[in-house]
Structures are given as C-alpha cells and as structure tokens.
C-alpha cells in the first residue's frame, strides 16, 4: 500500500509534463506559421540583452519601487521552486526531505531563504492585487483587459499567495512534528517563519498534523504542476518566454523602418526590365493582412506580452483619447494566432474562416491613430514592438487595399507624379528663388 502514493504521483506528473509539453509545441508551431526573419547576428549583444532585460529586467527599474517588488516575486518564483525538485524527488522515491542528510546545516540555511522569498511574496502580491482592485491604477482598469484579462491576472497573484502559504504551512507542521520526535520527520532545525508558526500545532496529535502536512504538500505541488498548465492560457507565458523573445530583439536604432524587398524589387525591374525574372511572377503581398504574413518575431511578441499597459501609458495617441493602444495591438495579434492554431489542429491544415488580423480583431481607426513614435516599444520591459505590427497592417491597408485618407492619397499621387509631396512640377521647384535675385 505504501506504494500508492508514488505510483499516484508519479501518474500526476507524467500527465501534467506531457500536457504542457503538448501545449508549448502547439505555441511554437503557431509562432512559427509568421514569415522567415534572420535575427542570428550579433551574439553578445543578444546575450546583454537576455541577461539585462530578461533576467535582470533593467527596463523594469524605471519605477524602483515597482520594479523591486517585481523581482521579489520573480526571484521568489525562481529560487523557491528549486524546492520543487526535492518535493518531485521525494514523491517519486517516496522519501522526504531527500535533501537534508546530504546538505546538513546548509539545507536549513536554504529552506529559510525560501520562507523569507515565501513571505515577500505574499506581501508583494497582496500589494500588487491591491494596486489593480483596490487603487485601481490606470492602466490596470482599461477597457483593454475587461473580461478574462482581468481575471487572469487576479487568479495568478490568488494562486501565488494561497502556494506560498502552503509552502509556509507545510514548513510548520513539519516542524511540529520534529519537535514531537516523530519517525521520519528529520531534525531540521528552526525555520526562520514557519518556526514562528509551529508552536500554534503543538497541541495537536500526530496523526492529525501528518495528515495537515501531507495534504500541504499534496495541494502545493499539484498547484504548482496546474500553475504549469495554466501558463499556456495565460499573459504569464512571458515568465517563459521573455528570455527567447530578448535575445531575438531587433537590433537596430530603435524606430527604424525596414524597406520592403518588393516595392524595391518593383521599382528596380522597371527601371531595369532585363532584371526582372523570367515566367509570370508570383503577385507580391505588401505589408500583412492576417498573422501569417507577420513574421515568426512579430508573433513571439505577442505571445511574451504580459499585458502591464506599459506601453498603452506612454502612447501619445492613447493619452490623448484616440482608440489605438499597443497592448491591445499585441492581445489581439495573441487571440488570432492561437485561433488560427486551434483550426490548424482541428482540421489538419487551415480551413478558411474568412477573417483577418485587420478589421476583425484591429480597426481601420487604430492603425491610423499611429504617429510612429516608438514610445510602446522604449517602455515595454522586453523590447516587444507593437510599432513593427502596427506598420506592417497599414502598409496592407495602403497598398493592398488603396485604403487610406484622402489626404495621404493626394500625397501619394503627388511623390509618384511630381517625385515630391507637393503640386509642383519638378522643373518649377525652384521658381521661388527668383524674387530673390
């Protein structure tokens, strides 16, 4: 019978991996329907980037204080779940506290490093949970994020709190029981918290403060292998992937504008015709219309969104009332892509569904509103660029669909006839000069 637990768990964790795993090939397939870009250049730079902006989140520091409790609960999410491994090691050889003879002294320096990260991240999420519900800050009760967005960020700070005091709860029972001499609980020494907590147990019998430790442990790493599956369907993919997506960053001036090979090779063939390839060409597509023309970093971008509203706060369109906001470029280029991805795995292969990125889930109205600033990507914390979108789709409107004000036609028409933004022949461009001779 002893063997049921472990046979139980070991059940548990092999469904959860293979689910998750299931699911991240499902996200990387989806990334990868976005078009070819080679982002392989400049290797230490990219290295800077992942370390200075994925892992050290230098962007973050803008706002101190906000940035400090963010790394607790970062660090806290990294560092405490190396317990994990020893909770994983112990469910499948059904020991406990595997570690602990082994390491001595330093395993209870360790589990108490743990319980002070626990702890702070508990105050940090109570704090951040108060800031989106309590104070409700701008950015945190846009329209942008009502519905799931909004609840998903709240389940995620709840799930925290209620992990770490499980972890803290487990701690002190354990402890108890130590204290009571019980077979197989190691002397440990006192924790730094749950120590504080164990006394509150001591009454209680043996038995029964197993069964509350045990049940601890249970829901802890259960919660933790759910939390892995929850990812997948959460804003808080981008603990995973602001890594890959920092290292990918564009390295270019920050605003620069690639040309399109197309127009080039367009205008190329006809001022050279020889040059043009022989047999009917294939008709170009300028700009992107839908996420398979974006490319496969345009489409990690938005899968590493984490929704902060960084980037919709320091929008000059946004502040000034206009409908555009970079988040919601990024959460609707997400929602299209895992809609595309879920008819791809339904049907074998994409089955039209006759919609597009633009007009379906991004209006006219908020691809006009742009002023090409860059403000949303010098504020987003991972370098994501909801410009690049942004210029892609109205470079389909344009020139794909000839949908543009009338103002900019006009404009066009006079660069294409007058090789200048105004009604001027070339060869009276200079006229004005001659009432100064």
Not at 206 to 223: A, D
């Amino acid at each position: 019978m002893h063997l049921v637990p472990q046979i139980l768990f070991v059940a548990i964790l092999a469904a959860a991996v293979w689910l998750f795993t299931k699911n991240i090939l499902q996200i990387r397939r989806t990334i990868f329907l976005g078009q070819p870009e080679d982002l392989s250049d400049n290797k230490p730079q990219r290295w800077k980037n992942l370390l200075l902006l994925a892992l050290g989140q230098k962007k973050m520091f803008k706002n101190p204080l906000v940035a400090v409790m963010h790394l607790v609960i970062y660090a806290g999410f990294i560092i405490i779940n190396l317990e994990v491994l020893e909770i994983v090691l112990d469910g499948i050889f059904g020991t406990h506290r595997l570690f602990f003879p082994y390491l001595g002294s330093f395993y209870t320096f360790l589990i108490n490093f743990f319980e002070i990260l626990a702890v702070g991240v508990i105050i940090v999420c109570v704090l951040f949970f108060s800031r989106r519900n309590i104070l409700k800050i701008k950015r945190f009760i846009s329209k942008d994020l009502n519905g799931w967005p909004r609840s998903d960020a709240n389940y995620i700070l709840i799930a925290e709190i209620i992990l770490m005091s499980l972890f803290l709860t487990m701690n002190a029972t354990d402890r108890a029981l130590q204290i009571q001499g019980s077979e197989q609980y190691h002397n440990t020494g006192r924790f730094v918290f749950s120590g504080l907590f164990a006394p509150l147990f001591s009454e209680l019998s043996t038995t029964t403060l197993i069964g509350i430790e045990r049940t601890c442990w249970w829901i802890h790493i259960v919660g933790i292998l759910a939390f892995l599956n929850y990812l997948p369907y959460s804003k808080h993919l981008h603990i995973m992937l602001a890594f890959p997506n920092a290292y990918y960053a564009r390295l270019p001036l920050l605003g620069k504008m690639t040309n399109m090979v197309a127009v080039q090779n367009e205008v190329k063939y006809m001022m050279q015709p020889e040059l043009a390839p022989p047999g009917d060409a294939q008709p170009m597509k300028f700009g992107a219309k839908d996420i398979v023309d974006l490319s496969w970093k345009n489409l990690l971008d938005a899968y590493s969104c984490t929704e902060c509203g960084r980037c919709s706060a320091a929008c000059p369109a946004n502040i000034t009332g206009k409908l555009l906001s970079p988040r919601k470029i990024m959460m609707d280029t997400r929602d299209r892509a895992t809609e595309v991805g879920k008819n791809i795995t339904a049907n074998g292969e994409f089955k039209d569904d006759a919609k597009t990125l633009v007009k379906d889930y991004i209006t006219v109205e908020e691809l006009r509103a742009c002023t090409t600033c860059n403000a949303c990507v010098e504020a987003c914390p991972v370098n994501i660029s909801p410009l690049d979108i942004i210029i892609q789709l109205r470079r389909s409107l344009i020139m794909e669909d000839s949908n543009a004000p009338q103002e900019w036609n006009g404009m066009f028409s006079n660069i294409e006839n007058n090789f200048a933004p105004w009604k001027f022949s070339p060869e009276d461009r200079d006229k004005w000069v001659e009432d100064l001779l």
